[in-house]
């Protein structure tokens, strides 16, 4: 009761702060400004550009990991598209990383009742011998209950976690169900194990199994490690229910080559400010995606909004007076290497980042606004929120954001952010799987999204307003 | 307006008709009887019998194509589980079918863009040659437009029918959508084609293609036929678009043998009639599915539904007095078998079906019971509409319905026939793919079904009306 007296009486200094802030200090933005920020919200939901750039990167490029044909076609399609679209710089920033080649997969249950499985490597995994591994499963319900197996325990068999990741329109299932992904392989060999599979991070129950990358670490043996697709998962459960020692088969061909380079590039393009070009206002996205499915919600999405809207600015009568500089990161899916070269890259012009956006999250319309930035610059913000709450969006009472994906880094070395929350419901179904395509994106719902990336854009590039301070 | 009048008329009149029905004649069942029925209703609602049934064959058989060992271990399990749930007579009617091997199968788009689509072999199809087919694709928006082709057009080519399936809680979108699959090929060859390729019959956006038969004509020369999966369909459309010549490969290598002899069996079993066991209520669903996923929706729910009545009726202090025949027919989806078997051994004994149901489609609620009986008996079928009501059944006013799938054949033989209409708007986004799976199945409407199944066999079995008259 008294949480509540306190949340109610919280609530209603924020709304009074609001009200005094909003009478205290004038528009940030000019009459003639606002009346830009008008039409392009009216032209951007009308607008299906950031749609056509999604369609064209997943039928002309399709799936993109890093260092395949598919990454080098998007590093070229995301120069010429800057270049078509009107951004006035356009540059690539290389990064390597080293090859690993997905090869083959088989899994099978072989007794007590036979079934073939659907299944997928996870990101960077060894392969198993040639023959493949036949050996009897153990299970757990978690990661944690794996943890508390004895060392040795496990010593021939196959470790197998079904945990269950939970559907939230935040996405917040994700983190607890990824720890198994990223730990389970290492956790698996500690106590004996030779292979780990795992029940799919996903929120679906289609028979499109999730990769994503996993770890090792030193010392530790690398055992092969995969996702089964949830029904097959659910399947090995029923199976294992019944009491009786479960045989199972798994042969992965996949290759980690350490002493192969691969290449790839971030994409940046910039819309040079007309009065503050040194100053820039950060959009994100990754170029990259898995290697399976299009790559249409991870991260096309993302591309085809930050590309729109880049164009939108270069086509206004006089650029915004910051720049607007749209990155296309390298390498997300596989280690962040986009976004940590940048990093090393421009890390003496952290300060000439005003503020920044990544999207790469979400399926749905954007429900909310987080932010980071100064106490002062909050009245701007609500300004800001002000004009996009038509859309559907509110302005989160927190303050601590953390720009997503790739963009978290710059976030982390201080530069103001905003993470714009879209609904992700379902996103988890697709993602990382064979089933991200172009089909899963509601077109209507993506020109919301643009138009509230745009609208960020022109407001944050154009009010002058330092989100530092 | 004139319409509307007439409807709310002939309503109306009905409502009076039933009404004065249900005055003028005392009710068909006992007191006693009526007491039946309620606990029955209470207990089958109770029970998940029926989603043991499915999770058992889908878990402990999986998928069954008719002579696959699937098939096998489906005939022996289907034996082993009557004789388990109390069946009296249990017996095997043996089928015959050619074999066809479905081989592996691989499709791409080769030019202007390189993508692996998601495709599946329809049935029967023959295989491309060892190398396989590359060539341009035509595409039409339907087989109406494939029927327009000249004759010889598509010489060299490969036609692509990318129709969308309509879903429809009746499946009403199967009919038509299905004729592209069932004729494609056919037509395609009399063109001059050298393969056909559809969208898939199914109304998901998932990348599980949907199998099914197809046809081939005496004197047409047979090619390859295969469906994508409705994204892969998409993807090409996409591409098709942008007018540049879109160069194909496929390869299947698919066998028909038509020398060789695919031995299977229809399982049936019998409660024996405690007073009239020369009459017959016949309950059916098939045994085989198709070779992908395990058979869980179609046909493991109606495998799950008619067993589980049969299981109930057994357990009833006294048999009902007609006999409940539960028929598990082989071979459905290759061709009929196990039903145009039944119809040459029982030919001269369709007289003693009374009555009779299959299961065959649909994955929510029975919403609707459709009748095909003699005008009396419509009587009786008011009285047991009144008990199903309130499980959200209502009596359709037409009375020429056919029973599902296999059972047709008895309705077209003159046997009464009841057609349970169950929800199936999501039904073909599973039908025929590898994701038909137990996780599609959501228990407590497969419940409701159950309990609809076994008031309706009770009812006929005890009430001894003639549903001919």
Same mark, same amino acid.
């Given at each position: 009761?008294?949480?509540?007296?306190?949340? $109610?009486?919280?609530?209603?200094?924020?709304?009074?702060? *609001? *009200?005094? +802030?909003?009478?205290?200090?004038?528009?940030?933005?000019?009459? &003639?400004?606002?009346?830009?920020? /008008?039409?392009?919200?009216?032209?951007?939901?009308?607008?299906?550009?950031?749609?056509?750039?999604?369609?064209?990167?997943?039928?002309?490029?399709?799936?993109?990991?890093?260092?395949?044909?598919?990454?080098?076609?998007?590093?070229?399609?995301?120069?010429?598209?800057?270049?078509?679209?009107?951004?006035?710089?356009?540059?690539?920033?290389?990064?390597?990383?080293?090859?690993?080649?997905?090869?083959?997969?088989?899994?099978?249950?072989?007794?007590?009742?036979?079934?073939?499985?659907?299944?997928?490597?996870?990101?960077?995994?060894?392969?198993?011998?040639? &023959?493949?591994?036949?050996?009897?499963?153990?299970?757990?319900?978690?990661?944690?209950?794996?943890?508390?197996?004895?060392?040795?325990?496990?010593?021939?068999?196959?470790?197998?976690?079904?945990?269950?990741?939970?559907?939230?329109?935040?996405?917040?299932?994700?983190?607890?169900?990824?720890?198994?992904?990223?730990?389970?392989?290492?956790?698996?060999?500690?106590?004996?194990?030779?292979?780990?599979?795992?029940?799919?991070?996903?929120?679906? =129950?289609?028979?499109?199994?999730?990769?994503?990358?996993?770890?090792?670490?030193?010392?530790?043996?690398?055992?092969?490690?995969?996702?089964?697709?949830?029904?097959?998962?659910?399947?090995?459960?029923?199976?294992? /229910?019944?009491?009786?020692?479960?045989?199972?088969?798994?042969?992965?061909?996949?290759?980690? =080559?350490?002493?192969?380079?691969?290449?790839?590039?971030?994409?940046?393009?910039?819309?040079?400010?007309? @009065?503050?070009?040194?100053?820039?206002?950060?959009?994100?996205?990754?170029?990259?995606?898995?290697?399976? %499915?299009? %790559?249409?919600?991870?991260?096309?999405?993302?591309?085809?909004?930050?590309?729109?809207?880049?164009?939108?600015?270069?086509?206004?009568? /006089?650029?915004?007076?910051?720049?607007?500089?749209?990155?296309?990161?390298?390498?997300?899916?596989?280690?962040?290497?986009?976004?940590?070269?940048?990093?090393?890259?421009?890390?003496?012009?952290?300060?000439?980042?005003? $503020?920044?956006?990544?999207?790469? *999250?979400?399926?749905?319309? $954007?429900?909310?606004?987080?932010?980071?930035?100064?106490? +002062?610059?909050?009245?701007?913000?609500?300004?800001?929120?002000?004009?996009?709450?038509?859309? %559907?969006?509110?302005? +989160?009472?927190?303050?601590?954001?953390?720009?997503?994906?790739?963009?978290?880094?710059?976030?982390?070395?201080?530069?103001?952010?905003?993470?714009?929350?879209?609904?992700?419901?379902?996103?988890?179904?697709?993602?990382?799987? @064979?089933?991200?395509?172009?089909?899963?994106?509601?077109?209507?719902?993506?020109? &919301?999204?643009?138009?509230?990336?745009?609208?960020?854009?022109? *407001?944050?590039?154009?009010?002058?307003?330092?989100?530092?301070?």
């Amino acid at each position: 009761m008294l949480l509540r007296l306190l949340k $109610i009486l919280s609530t209603s200094c924020f709304s009074l702060m *609001f *009200f005094l +802030s909003n009478i205290a200090h004038a528009s940030v933005l000019s009459a &003639q400004e606002q009346a830009v920020m /008008k039409t392009l919200q009216q032209e951007m939901l009308a607008s299906d550009l950031s749609y056509q750039l999604v369609e064209s990167i997943t039928t002309e490029v399709g799936n993109r990991r890093l260092g395949t044909e598919g990454d080098k076609k998007a590093i070229k399609w995301a120069v010429a598209k800057m270049k078509a679209l009107g951004f006035d710089k356009v540059w690539t920033e290389e990064v390597e990383s080293p090859q690993w080649l997905r090869g083959d997969i088989e899994a099978k249950i072989i007794s007590p009742y036979q079934h073939d499985l659907a299944v997928i490597g996870l990101g960077g995994t060894v392969g198993t011998p040639k &023959q493949g591994i036949q050996a009897p499963i153990v299970h757990f319900n978690s990661l944690d209950d794996l943890k508390a197996a004895k060392k040795g325990s496990l010593k021939g068999k196959i470790a197998f976690i079904s945990y269950r990741m939970k559907p939230a329109i935040d996405g917040s299932g994700y983190g607890v169900a990824v720890a198994a992904r990223s730990q389970g392989a290492i956790v698996a060999a500690e106590k004996g194990a030779s292979a780990f599979i795992m029940r799919s991070v996903g929120t679906d =129950n289609n028979r499109s199994a999730h990769t994503g990358m996993m770890r090792y670490k030193e010392h530790v043996k690398k055992i092969p490690a995969a996702a089964l697709a949830n029904p097959d998962a659910d399947l090995l459960v029923n199976i294992l /229910k019944r009491g009786e020692p479960v045989n199972f088969y798994l042969k992965i061909n996949a290759q980690r =080559n350490p002493s192969i380079m691969l290449k790839s590039a971030s994409v940046i393009g910039e819309i040079t400010g007309s @009065e503050y070009p040194d100053e820039i206002v950060a959009l994100g996205a990754h170029l990259d995606s898995w290697d399976v %499915g299009t %790559g249409a919600i991870d991260d096309g999405m993302g591309i085809g909004i930050v590309l729109a809207v880049g164009a939108k600015m270069a086509q206004l009568p /006089k650029a915004p007076k910051r720049t607007i500089r749209v990155i296309l990161y390298a390498g997300e899916e596989v280690g962040f290497y986009g976004t940590k070269k940048y990093m090393q890259l421009h890390k003496n012009e952290i300060h000439k980042h005003i $503020i920044g956006a990544e999207w790469d *999250f979400g399926l749905g319309r $954007i429900y909310e606004m987080k932010t980071f930035v100064g106490a +002062s610059a909050l009245n701007a913000i609500r300004e800001f929120a002000q004009i996009i709450a038509p859309l %559907g969006v509110a302005l +989160s009472p927190d303050n601590n954001a953390v720009a997503q994906s790739d963009m978290s880094l710059l976030t982390k070395a201080g530069m103001p952010s905003i993470n714009f929350a879209a609904d992700g419901l379902r996103y988890f179904d697709y993602h990382h799987t @064979e089933n991200d395509t172009l089909d899963k994106i509601n077109p209507e719902d993506l020109k &919301q999204n643009t138009t509230v990336y745009a609208l960020f854009a022109y *407001f944050a590039a154009q009010s002058g307003i330092d989100f530092r301070q």
